[in-house]
C-alpha cells in the first residue's frame, strides 16, 4: 500500500478519482473456466486504449457470487499485474470486492487484496434475516472488518440486500478511519443527502452514468464508481464517456453536456434489448460485439436466446458508435 491507515482517507481523496470500471469476468465456452488472457486482453484495451482511471474487481459485474475464493484472488492479481503497468493516464488504481456474506472469506479476502498491493477494497453491506436493528448491525459489522487490515474500504449498499443503509447511518460510517468511499446505490435524494452530510469525509459515488455528468456539475463529484459504461458505451476512436467527464470537471459545461447528450442513442440500443433477467448475458454479448472478451455467464444467470442476439446486433448496428478502422454504426433515426 502507498499509504497508512491513518492517512487513507487523505490518499483516497487525492487519488481515487475519475471514470472507473466494474470488470465483467470472462469465462471460456464449454468448461466456464476463468478465460485469463481474455481479461488481461480487456483490461489492457480499457487503461491503454479507453483511458479508464480504475478497475472494480470481483463484485457483482465479475459475477463474483459464482467464483471460488480462489477465483476471485486470481482475478484480483491480474488486475493488480495489469495496473501497475498503466496506461496513458499513468498507473491505474483498483478497487477488490470482498463482499461475501461469511465474514471469515471477507477479512480473507481483504487481507489478501492488501498483501498483494491493491489500493482499496469494496465491501457490500450484509443481508441481514429476522433484524430489525440494522443500522446498528451494519455498524458493528464495517467497524470489524475496519480493525482487521489497513487498506482504506469502500461501502456498499444497494437494493439486492434488502434494505438500503441511510444517508445517517453511512455519515457513521464514514468515522471509521479508514472508510474512504461509497458506492451508493440509491435514488438520488439519497446519495445528494449523504454529500451534504459526509462529503467531506467520504467520496460518495454511484453506478449510474445517466447521472453521472448531473453529478459532477451539481454534487461536485469527483469519482464514477462504477458499472460497464466505461467499455460498453466507448471504443478507442469513440471516447464520449472520457470526452464529457474531462469538460465536466474543466468547468466547460454546456460542452460536455452536448457530449453526454449524444451518447442518448447508444443507452437507449443497449437498454431496450436488454431481456429482463440477462443483464449479464447481454452485457458479455455487447462486449464481443465492441472486439472484447465476453464468453459464456455462470449459472444460475441465464444465456440470450439467437433471437435476443439478432435483436442485440441489430440494435449495435444503429447505435452510431464510431468502430475502429473508420467505421460508424448507423445512428437509428
Keep these: 500500500m502507498n499509504y497508512s491507515k491513518s492517512d487513507a482517507k487523505a490518499y483516497a481523496r487525492q487519488f481515487m478519482r475519475g471514470i472507473w470500471a466494474a470488470a465483467a469476468t470472462p469465462f471460456t465456452p464449454g468448461d466456464l473456466a476463468i ?41 484480483m492479481e491480474i488486475a493488480v499485474e495489469e495496473a501497475r503497468r498503466g496506461g496513458p493516464r499513468g498507473k491505474a488504481q483498483t478497487i477488490l470486492s470482498a463482499s461475501d456474506q461469511n465474514l471469515d472469506t471477507v477479512v480473507e479476502l481483504a487481507k489478501f487484496a492488501q498483501s498483494i498491493g491493491g489500493d482499496y477494497i469494496v465491501v457490500h453491506a450484509p443481508t441481514l434475516h429476522f433484524h430489525d436493528a440494522h443500522d446498528e448491525c451494519v455498524l458493528e459489522y464495517y467497524t470489524y472488518i475496519a480493525s482487521q487490515v489497513d487498506i482504506g474500504i469502500a461501502l456498499w449498499s444497494h437494493p439486492d440486500n434488502g434494505y438500503l443503509m441511510s444517508p445517517e447511518l453511512c455519515a457513521r460510517l464514514a468515522d471509521i478511519p479508514n472508510v474512504v468511499a461509497i458506492k451508493y446505490s440509491v435514488p438520488r435524494e439519497m446519495y445528494a443527502k449523504l454529500t451534504k452530510l459526509a462529503g467531506d469525509k467520504i467520496i460518495v459515488s454511484t453506478a449510474s452514468e445517466k447521472e453521472w455528468f448531473d453529478n459532477i456539475v451539481e454534487l461536485g463529484w469527483q469519482l464514477y464508481l462504477c458499472s460497464s459504461p466505461p467499455y460498453t458505451l466507448q471504443t478507442k476512436v469513440d471516447l464520449r464517456m472520457r470526452a464529457y467527464t474531462d469538460l465536466a470537471f474543466a468547468g466547460r459545461i454546456e460542452e460536455a453536456r452536448k457530449v453526454r447528450d449524444s451518447l442518448d442513442v447508444v443507452r437507449h440500443a443497449i437498454a431496450r434489448t436488454k431481456p429482463p433477467g440477462k443483464p449479464y448475458a447481454h452485457q458479455k454479448y455487447w462486449q464481443e460485439l465492441l472486439g472484447q472478451a465476453g464468453g459464456p455467464v455462470r449459472r444460475p444467470l441465464l444465456e440470450l436466446t439467437d433471437a435476443e442476439k439478432a435483436a442485440t446486433r441489430a440494435a449495435f448496428e444503429c447505435c452510431g458508435l464510431k468502430l475502429p478502422g473508420g467505421i460508424r454504426a448507423v445512428a437509428a433515426e
Design 35 to 75: 478465460d485469463e488472457a481474455g481479461l488481461r486482453r480487456n483490461i489492457r484495451h480499457w487503461l491503454d486504449e479507453l483511458a479508464i482511471d480504475g478497475l472494480f474487481i470481483a463484485g457483482k459485474q465479475g459475477e463474483f457470487f459464482s467464483m471460488s475464493v480462489a477465483e476471485r484472488k486470481r482475478t
